[in-house]
């Protein structure tokens, strides 16, 4: 049996990251870890129902690396491009084949990923910079938009968790 580590946020810097960005390194790189967790028993049988009308597990699973992409997007200073948009709106309805279990978890590791090499290229010198959010341009700056990426990201795996636990009841 491994040795149970310490939480991600234990563990030390995440190499290559400034200071002010461990903080949403450690909440991303948790946030997958969890999910693997989850996914590891997961019965395919329930990920996409909705036990009394909430949102499935695989919703979730699609949010969390929906919206990391997005966030880390506007946090860029860049505007969503059709192809995040159709992605935005798969969440919403996944179509007749939805994704698998594990499209869904490769899905948010790779997107993981994306976002740790964005942290390590981010400047903390570029953390106050304004940045705007979606069409109607709402105002933001980018350490808000990577911060709130991060704390999004801990919500969705906290509802997969209860969603997940209910369906096993």
Same mark, same amino acid.
């Given at each position: 049996?491994? %040795? =149970? /580590? @310490?939480?991600?946020? *234990? #563990?030390?810097?995440?190499?290559?990251?400034? @200071?002010?960005? /461990?903080?949403?390194?450690? &909440? *991303?790189?948790?946030?997958?870890?969890? $999910?693997?967790?989850?996914?590891?028993?997961?019965? &395919?049988?329930?990920?996409?129902?909705?036990?009394?009308?909430?949102?499935?597990?695989? +919703?979730?699973?699609?949010?969390?690396?929906?919206?990391?992409?997005?966030? +880390? %997007?506007?946090?860029?200073?860049?505007?969503?491009?059709?192809? /995040?948009?159709?992605?935005?709106?798969?969440?919403?309805?996944?179509? @007749?084949? @939805?994704? %698998?279990?594990?499209?869904?978890?490769?899905?948010?590791?790779?997107? $993981?990923?994306?976002? *740790?090499?964005?942290? #390590?290229?981010?400047?903390?010198?570029?953390?106050?910079?304004?940045?705007?959010?979606?069409?109607? #341009?709402? =105002?933001?700056?980018?350490?808000?938009?990577?911060?709130?990426? &991060?704390?999004?990201?801990?919500?969705?795996?906290?509802?997969?968790?209860? %969603?997940? #636990? $209910?369906?096993?009841?």
């Amino acid at each position: 049996m491994p %040795t =149970p /580590q @310490p939480e991600v946020w *234990l #563990r030390g810097p995440v190499a290559g990251i400034a @200071p002010m960005l /461990q903080p949403i390194a450690h &909440a *991303l790189l948790a946030a997958r870890e969890e $999910v693997e967790s989850i996914a590891a028993d997961l019965p &395919a049988g329930i990920l996409w129902t909705r036990p009394g009308g909430v949102a499935s597990a695989g +919703f979730h699973l699609m949010h969390i690396a929906g919206v990391v992409d997005r966030l +880390f %997007t506007y946090a860029r200073g860049e505007s969503l491009d059709d192809g /995040q948009r159709a992605a935005l709106r798969e969440e919403a309805d996944p179509g @007749p084949e @939805p994704p %698998t279990l594990d499209q869904l978890v490769d899905r948010l590791r790779r997107q $993981v990923d994306r976002a *740790l090499e964005q942290l #390590r290229s981010t400047a903390e010198s570029e953390l106050t910079r304004p940045r705007e959010v979606g069409r109607a #341009r709402l =105002p933001s700056n980018t350490l808000g938009l990577l911060m709130h990426a &991060a704390e999004h990201s801990q919500r969705h795996v906290g509802q997969l968790l209860v %969603t997940v #636990r $209910v369906q096993r009841l």
